[in-house]
């Protein structure tokens, strides 16, 4: 098999964060350190070696930048600080953009003008929208319920009899399938490249069902984020996922549930679970802004800058969501209705931008990685036997 050299795959890279790398003299230590590398697999190492050389399409179909776990033993190793950690890091962004046919990934992650001009286009358009075809209800007096809390659901004057809440729904609904499509499609991308396009690589059907199972744990877990030194990541990171995924069906499935007009007592457990999941958000983001503010271990050292705005965006939609929370039960008309207009605005650019195209996406490409590299160690496996079987 032939591969094709590409001069400009290190040039490339560098708009996604590369860096350090050259300085690789190939001892190895990365390699035997690193807490994620099987038998018969040589990552971080072999990455270096594959961008040293230019070959850029054994690269793109390369499934080791998801495999790992950002733990950086092997920067802190590495006698030549070729910062292997951060390089598995920056392959990971470039593989976001090869996945995406849209273009759009790489164009964010390599231009800032396009990455925050879709932002500040999304923010702009949630603003007016709501400011020129959903304004705040003329008598705001009426929008106080006996327990002294805002009728959410009565702020705006609905349109076609369509109330607040159903307003919202429609919306979330409409980006969930939107943003899903977009993953699902790319994540098939991925498939094509790294397991069908493949010659060598043979899956029996059946494989695909048995194997699924690692695909759901991986998503569940996280568990081998936990092969990891440090402890502390992998415990935030599994409570911003446990997060995330409450919150996400809070917003999308179970909104009519959720945002009525009833104030519900502190101790419901549709508000305990709010609570757990912005407690589970807050504790992620305040770990590793600290962490990157001091720069108090090689992991925070280097900050791409669509790392500072996964931070930011997420940080403004959590802390808008609870000051509407805090105005609504204080019976703040005005307050909620602005407060929840501003939320939306950081909330839409930040799940149709970073969602599909950007920081986000790794929730959905690590465990499809791990469950493809499965059926590619099975379809070696089974390979394997299948000579033995004939040589005897
Ligand atoms: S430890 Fe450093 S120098 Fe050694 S192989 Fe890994 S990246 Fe290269
Ligand atoms: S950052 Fe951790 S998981 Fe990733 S290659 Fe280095 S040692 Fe392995």
Same mark, same amino acid.
Not at 20 to 46: Q, V
Not at 158 to 167: H, M, Y
């Given at each position: ?126 603003? /007016?929208? =709501?400011? &020129?075809?959903?304004? +705040?209800?003329?008598? %705001?007096?009426?929008? *106080? ?131 757990? /999941?912005? =407690?589970? &958000?807050?504790?992620? +983001?305040?770990?590793? %802004?600290?962490?990157? *503010? ?99």
């Amino acid at each position: 098999m032939s591969y094709r050299v590409d001069f400009t795959l290190k040039h490339d890279l560098k708009k996604f964060g590369i860096h350090d790398w050259n300085e690789c003299f190939h001892c190895g230590n990365c390699t035997a350190i690193c807490p994620m590398t099987k038998t018969g697999s040589l990552f971080p190492r072999k990455d270096i070696r594959l961008l040293q050389m230019g070959l850029k399409d054994k690269l793109a179909t390369n499934l080791d930048p998801w495999l790992c776990y950002y733990c950086g033993e092997c920067t802190e190793t590495c006698p030549r600080d070729a910062n292997p950690g951060e390089l598995m890091m920056s392959l990971r962004r470039y593989l976001t953009s090869v996945y995406d046919w849209t273009g759009l990934s790489k164009k964010f992650y390599t231009s800032h003008f396009w990455e925050f001009g879709f932002i500040f286009f999304f923010f702009c358009a949630v603003i /007016a929208s =709501f400011l &020129i075809w959903l304004p +705040l209800s003329g008598n %705001t007096a009426e929008l *106080i319920n006996d327990q002294g809390g805002v009728m959410i659901n009565n702020l705006v004057a609905g349109i076609s009899g369509a109330s607040f809440v159903n307003i919202i729904e429609i919306g979330d609904w409409t980006m969930a399938i939107l943003v899903a499509g977009l993953l699902i499609s790319n994540i098939l991308h991925m498939f094509y490249r790294v397991v069908i396009r493949d010659k060598e690589v043979k899956v029996p059907v059946y494989a695909y069902i048995t194997e699924f199972w690692s695909l759901i744990w991986q998503f569940m877990t996280q568990s081998k984020f936990s092969k990891c030194e440090g402890k502390t990541y992998w415990v935030g990171h599994l409570l911003l996922m446990t997060g995330y995924s409450i919150m996400f069906a809070v917003i999308v499935v179970l909104l009519p549930e959720f945002q009525i007009e009833e104030v519900r007592p502190w101790y419901n457990w549709q508000r305990l679970m709010g609570y757990y /999941a912005t =407690f589970g &958000i807050l504790f992620f +983001l305040v770990y590793v %802004t600290i962490s990157r *503010i001091r720069k108090s271990d090689w992991k925070s050292k280097f900050s791409h800058p669509t790392d500072w705005l996964f931070i930011v965006m997420l940080g403004l939609t959590t802390i808008t969501g609870i000051l509407v929370h805090i105005f609504r039960i204080g019976g703040m008309v005005s307050a909620t209705y602005y407060m929840y207009v501003i939320h939306l605005a950081v909330l839409v650019p930040m799940i149709l931008v970073e969602v599909p195209f950007s920081k986000w996406s790794h929730l959905a490409y690590r465990p499809f990685a791990i469950y493809f590299d499965r059926l590619k160690e099975y379809s070696r496996k089974s390979q394997n036997e299948n000579k033995l079987v004939r040589a005897a």
